[in-house]
């Protein structure tokens, strides 16, 4: 099992940025696909981006793509998401993730279900 703690939420300006965190601990984090997802209040959870293992190929939904950018350092057990150009419609709680694989598809990337820890999550908020 891996614990997973996001960090880096709060609030911005709309065309701002942000850089979340999530610090992996109790397997080896290197090993697994991981991913971003986001819940805004009344609203399903959303997949964010995702980037799988070594040499770390990575799905964005399109919502982000050009926007954000996620990243991960194997030797800090250490995901990222660079969110930059930031809208109101980003604002959300952002949860990380792990799979269980190595390897995932565009389509297991984006489905909650191939996930199994999660992160307690962190805030965005973007004012206009």
């Known amino acids: 099992q891996v614990q997973l703690v996001e960090s880096g939420g709060g609030t911005v300006q709309a065309g701002g940025s942000l850089r979340l965190s999530c610090a992996a601990s109790?397997?080896?984090?290197?090993?697994?696909?991981m991913g971003w997802f986001r819940q805004a209040p009344g609203e399903e959870r959303e997949f964010v981006a995702a980037i799988t293992w070594s040499p770390g190929i990575t799905y964005y939904s399109d919502s982000v793509k050009g926007r954000f950018t996620i990243s991960r350092d194997n030797a800090k057990n250490t995901l990222y998401l660079q969110m930059n150009s930031l809208k109101p419609e980003d604002a959300a709680v952002y949860y990380c993730a792990s799979t269980s694989m190595a390897y995932i598809t565009a389509a297991q990337a984006m489905a909650p279900r191939q996930y199994y820890s999660w992160g307690q999550g962190t805030q965005v908020t973007v004012s206009s």
């Open positions: 109790g397997r080896t984090f290197s090993r697994y696909a």
